[in-house]
């Protein structure tokens, strides 16, 4: 497929902020994507290169880019930074000077997809010495075979930054509609729509294709308007089936080789086929952690190929979030009675595989941290009996003195080690509380209940004090033992308690009420930064007001609401410093004006606040009044930043208690 195709759909998603548009859009371009391109689109479509569980990154900043552009257009890096500067896009610049290049001339060679995808697969392979030149020659190779347009959007995807609004949500259901049968009911195909009804509208489209159609609706529609309804039997190849074979030939819904359309009689039925056609997809996604492998499948083998999807071993999935409450009553009325009650560790989450010998280390941004943790590698090999498994539990620091946690700013140091693994390792030993399974042996078990669950853990751990145990759990209905318990859990230095709804299934990427938080602190949100001003006086030099955004959980995009410049440190031996957040933050850096600075989300932090406001000053339509840094979560991705709905929710609360 051509990229310039790609490019066409790009910029017809920028038209609209409409989800069901977007859905539209993004479904037009499955349905005409060529097979072997498919996963390559789903993924690009979305703004990345590689799907969330690989390890491969792009890992190439504003400075470098600029440096390609130069080379691929003849043009100066102070010219494109001028422009740059203008207009806050290095895409827009590229494609600016791109259109300016003479020799780019109307019969060059479209550059195909491929070409693209194995420039960014190299680029992501480079390591060492001399990477950074050699990333710039592919990138510079891409952009001289690119036409304007593609150069614009090449330029984004490698940055991160594609801005078309296409999140996990618009992929699920554009895949459901691109290669799944569209379901109507009576009430949609008797709606008038002008003077028309709405079947008659539909009727163009619909020629010659294959419908399985309800007998009671075929009835309906014969009692109508006997010519269109004849015209309609004999242009289309229509199945008529009672309720009960329609339910039964629900595999069949697969566009390529069933029907492209089903009609019903009842608008719950229609709307319950529906979603079990948008759940299958989305529980498929949450198996293969990849909407470019479910993409694939679901042209391939429909339904039944979706749900026959298995989990591999070695290829993280996403993690199942927290839901968080004020009170143990609110716990336990969410997740029903008795729940089991476990101590919220405070530390961070590790997603580990297990294969024979062959164990790997995740964190719940699925980033693959194996090598700095060698010693709970050792441990799992020495305490977990299972062949094959994936288990999640809380690693948190221990002080060897006092015997006491650490504090997680402390271990998060051993997340980032590189070198003197070992020597870190001893002096920051850690000890892994486990607290879920969700495959063993061959057998998934996503859908297992809870306290099933549990027990399968409890069956493979060996415990090893103090570096490898199972969390800590009561099972109870009671206010009372539950309040003890959660006395205990903080005396004993942890966050506070998990409650989990014993039958719940594991839900990985959601934050369904099957798990919920209790803590005694202030309520804080985890946010990304999106911005920054240089300092000025003594921290001139450094990054400091950092603009924080929360997530539009529709589209995927970032939207401000507030500044922060408190709660960052002078100097580092005192927590976070403002040269610890230039340092991180400074790569990421995608245009600068005066002395503001726009950067690539990438950071997320967890921010403590005074209250929300109204606000028309940032685009999320609120701001927080005195944001404080509480914690830098690299240990999270940028999925995982609360969204707009969060802020919305707490705002309200506030109102609420006065
Ligand atoms: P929060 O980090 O505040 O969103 O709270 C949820 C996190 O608590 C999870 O992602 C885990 O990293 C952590 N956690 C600590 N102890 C447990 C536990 N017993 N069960 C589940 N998660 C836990």
Redesign the pocket.
């Known amino acids: 497929m051509e990229y310039c195709l790609l490019v066409d759909y790009y910029r017809k998603l920028e038209e609209t902020s409409l989800k069901t548009e977007k859905t539209r859009i993004v479904s037009e371009l499955l349905v005409l994507t060529p097979r072997e391109d498919i996963e390559v689109i789903a993924q690009l479509v979305m703004g990345r290169a590689f799907p969330l569980w690989s390890e491969e990154v792009i890992g190439i900043a504003s400075n470098l880019m600029i440096k390609a552009i130069s080379k691929a257009d003849g043009v100066r890096e102070d010219e494109i930074i001028a422009k740059w500067k203008d207009c806050g896009d290095l895409g827009t610049v590229a494609e600016e000077f791109a259109k300016k290049k003479s020799q780019r001339l109307l019969f060059q060679k479209a550059l195909p997809v491929s070409k693209v995808y194995s420039n960014l697969q190299k680029i992501a392979g480079l390591e060492g010495r001399r990477s950074q030149e050699k990333k710039l020659v592919l990138i510079a190779e891409l952009l001289s075979l690119a036409s304007p347009g593609d150069a614009r959007f090449i330029v984004r995807t490698v940055l991160s930054d594609l801005r078309v609004g296409v999140a996990e949500g618009i992929m699920r259901d554009a895949i459901a509609k691109a290669y799944f049968a569209d379901v109507y009911w009576k009430s949609t195909l008797f709606q008038k729509n002008g003077k028309k009804k709405r079947f008659e509208t539909l009727l163009s489209t619909m020629k010659g294709k294959t419908i399985i159609a309800e007998d009671k609706i075929m009835d309906a529609l014969r009692s109508g308007d006997g010519e269109i309804i004849e015209s309609f039997e004999k242009e289309n190849t229509i199945i008529v089936k009672d309720l009960e074979g329609i339910k039964k030939t629900s595999s069949f819904f697969q566009k390529n080789i069933g029907a492209e359309y089903v009609f019903v009689d009842d608008a719950d039925i229609g709307n319950n086929l529906k979603k079990s056609i948008v759940n299958t997809v989305e529980e498929a996604y949450e198996i293969a952690n990849d909407y470019g492998i479910v993409a694939k499948l679901a042209l391939d083998a429909g339904e039944k190929g979706l749900s026959g999807l298995k989990m591999n071993v070695m290829r993280p999935i996403k993690?199942m979030?927290?839901r968080?409450v004020e009170t143990i009553a609110e716990a336990f009325s969410v997740v029903g009675t008795p729940a089991a009650l476990?101590?919220?560790?405070?530390?961070?989450?590790m997603q580990i595989h297990k294969k024979g010998d062959d164990i790997r280390i995740y964190t719940?941004r699925l980033e693959n941290v194996t090598d700095q943790f060698p010693d709970v590698v050792s441990y799992v090999r020495d305490g977990i009996s299972a062949k094959e498994c994936i288990v999640?539990g809380?690693t948190v620091g221990l002080d060897t003195v006092t015997g006491n946690y650490l504090a997680f700013q402390k271990i998060s140091k051993r997340i980032r080690r590189k070198y003197d693994i070992k020597k870190t390792a001893s002096e920051i030993p850690v000890v892994v509380?486990l607290?879920?399974i969700s495959y063993l042996d061959g057998k998934m078990l996503l859908k297992m209940p809870f306290l099933q669950r549990r027990s399968s853990l409890r069956s493979i751990v060996k415990e090893i004090p103090n570096k490898l145990v199972v969390?800590k759990?009561k099972i109870t209905d009671d206010v009372k033992v539950a309040d003890k318990f959660y006395a205990e859990s903080l005396s004993a230095g942890?966050?506070g308690l998990?409650f989990?709804n014993l039958e719940a299934p594991y839900k990985p990427g959601s934050r369904v009420g099957h798990?919920i938080?209790l803590?005694p602190i202030m309520e804080t949100l985890?946010l990304v930064i999106v911005g920054a001003e240089w300092g000025k006086g003594k921290r001139s030099g450094w990054l400091s007001s950092f603009v924080l955004a929360c997530r539009d959980e529709e589209t995927g995009n970032f939207l401000t609401i507030g500044k922060m410049g408190t709660g960052i440190k002078e100097k580092s031996d005192t927590g976070v410093s403002f040269d610890d957040m230039t340092k991180a933050l400074s790569d990421h850096i995608l245009r600068e004006k005066k002395n503001a600075v726009d950067i690539a989300p990438f950071l997320v932090v967890e921010v403590a606040y005074e209250e929300i406001q109204k606000s028309s000053n940032y685009s999320s339509g609120y701001a927080l009044r005195f944001p404080r840094l509480t914690k830098v979560r690299d240990d999270r991705g940028v999925d995982e930043v609360d969204c707009l709905s969060r802020v919305e929710e707490l705002f309200g609360c506030q109102r609420m208690r006065g």
């Open positions: 993690v979030l927290a968080k476990e101590y919220k560790y405070d530390g961070f989450r719940r999640e809380e509380n607290f879920d969390a759990q942890n966050e998990m989990k798990m938080k803590k985890d």
